[in-house]
């Protein structure tokens, strides 16, 4: 656990209650450390914890940084004046960057990055989850929170150690696994990419980092995605060992052909080939992106050594992650799921997904998030909310960011009408719940969709349904 570089015996996190960060901190505390952070709020990932015996303040105050602090530990979203860095700096404390603190924990066993602009928190929690039915016992670190076994991280006694990487920030250099997954690549992280090419640039240099020998799962399908296989290609005798390069997807050309996917209600049933071997396998989300998730979930594992077969029937005993296609319940016969998607892609994705797991309407509450996403794609998500029969858009969440002059919601909602779709602005969570609960019918799915705190509003719908007369 101690890193000449990085000191993590005792590591204080500011925001420890992440998705990114609370995961590490939970391994942390597993290895032995003493673990102590802060987050704004309470929450069950803050109790959570404390359970494990991690020390965890709710606010920033300088006080916060215990007096044996080994390391400070901190994400892209941390800033500059923040109480606690500004005291770990004062006292000479390291500062680390989460990523780095991921890299340490995967020393020395075997690694598995999962990267690209979309589903990478879905297929990493797939091989968790699969590798794990197994009884191989791998080490995870995830953007969020399985529905089993219900957690974002664990410190498994396997060799094996699965973790979603992250390109936002590029923090995803700081990895060398031994397999890679690229699942697509899109331009995304305005405030940190300027075009395309620094995407793939950066992309291009995630792969180089690949172990001598080591294998890249790549998307046999999507145009990005293709685009780096072949600036990958140019440059793959030069790595270091060799590069094995494994695409998936429905091209003919691909390594692991997708030869069918058909829906089955909330579940799909998957045949691919590999290997000259046909396998059929059922993925337990809708939607054809799942389903592809789930083959490069395949052709990872496969790469790692694992038969084929045993991990394609051990896929289906993934049932979800929190906030990805996530049913939050049901009232009066309406269905609530809550989507994570934010960007136009994963809306597109996931309300096709919906389409052909309902045959009643589907009525959205979206939630944008980030200023700088809005300015670029708001053309883009508006057309992706045309594919709902009717839609509430909220005020955008900020995150980290801060706001744009003249970016607003109003930029989908117009680009929404454009399309023809039926959408209309609501500023308050309360008012947002209240609309939906009397527009839905029984036989309908209401979607919260979005990265913020839209999640927030299932229960209140599922309540409003039940108070509404029928």
């Not at 690229?182 to 640039?201: G, P, T």
């Not at 994705?349 to 797991?357: H, K, S």
């Amino acid at each position: 656990m101690n890193d000449a570089a990085h000191d993590l015996h005792a590591p204080h996190f500011i925001g420890i209650g992440g998705a990114g960060m609370s995961g590490l901190a939970k391994i942390l505390a597993v290895r032995g450390a003493k673990v102590s952070g802060s987050d704004a709020k309470e929450s069950q990932t803050v109790l959570a914890l404390r359970e494990l015996g991690a020390t965890v303040q709710v606010g920033h105050a300088a006080e916060n940084v215990p007096d044996g602090a080994s390391s400070i530990v901190v994400s892209s979203a941390i800033r500059a004046d923040n109480p606690e860095l500004a005291a770990a700096r004062e006292r000479g404390i390291p500062v680390v960057h989460r990523s780095d603190a991921l890299a340490a924990l995967m020393g020395g066993r075997r690694a598995l990055a999962v990267a690209g602009t979309h589903g990478k928190t879905t297929t990493t929690s797939m091989l968790a989850v699969a590798l794990g039915a197994l009884d191989l016992d791998p080490s995870y670190a995830i953007g969020g929170d399985l529905d089993a076994p219900g957690s974002n991280a664990h410190h498994g006694t396997g060799e094996i150690f699965v973790a979603e990487a992250d390109e936002s920030d590029r923090s995803f250099h700081k990895y060398a696994p031994e397999v890679a997954i690229v699942l697509n690549v899109e331009l995304d992280h305005h405030a940190n990419y300027a075009s395309m090419d620094e995407i793939y640039e950066s992309f291009e240099t995630f792969v180089g980092r690949l172990t001598p020998g080591g294998t890249l799962v790549v998307s046999a399908d999507h145009e990005g995605a293709r685009e780096l296989t072949a600036r990958v290609a140019a440059t793959a005798a030069q790595h270091p060992g060799g590069l094995n390069v494994v695409t998936v997807g429905a091209a003919a050309d691909a390594t692991v052909r997708v030869v069918s996917v058909q829906p089955r209600g909330m579940t799909s049933e998957v045949t691919v080939v590999l290997d000259g071997t046909e396998l059929t396998f059922t993925v337990s989300v809708p939607g054809r992106h799942y389903a592809h998730n789930a083959v490069a979930a395949l052709a990872a594992g496969v790469a790692l050594g694992v038969p084929a077969a045993e991990l394609a029937k051990a896929l289906g005993a993934y049932t979800g992650v929190r906030r990805r296609l996530q049913l939050k319940g049901e009232a009066r016969g309406v269905q609530v799921i809550d989507s994570y998607a934010h960007h136009p892609t994963e809306m597109t994705a996931d309300l096709e997904a919906i389409r052909e797991a309902t045959t009643g309407r589907v009525l959205v509450v979206f939630q944008p998030h980030l200023f700088s996403r809005t300015q670029q794609l708001a053309e883009e998500m508006g057309q992706a909310l045309a594919l709902a029969d009717s839609s509430v858009v909220l005020d955008i969440y900020p995150a980290r960011e801060d706001p744009i002059p003249g970016v607003t919601s109003e930029l989908i909602i117009d680009a929404a009408h454009r399309a023809g779709a039926e959408v209309a602005a609501e500023h308050e969570f309360a008012a947002a719940a209240e609309v939906l609960a009397k527009l839905a019918a029984p036989g309908d799915l209401v979607l919260t969709m979005g990265a913020g705190d839209v999640t927030d509003l299932g229960p209140e719908i599922l309540r409003q349904l039940s108070a509404v007369a029928v």
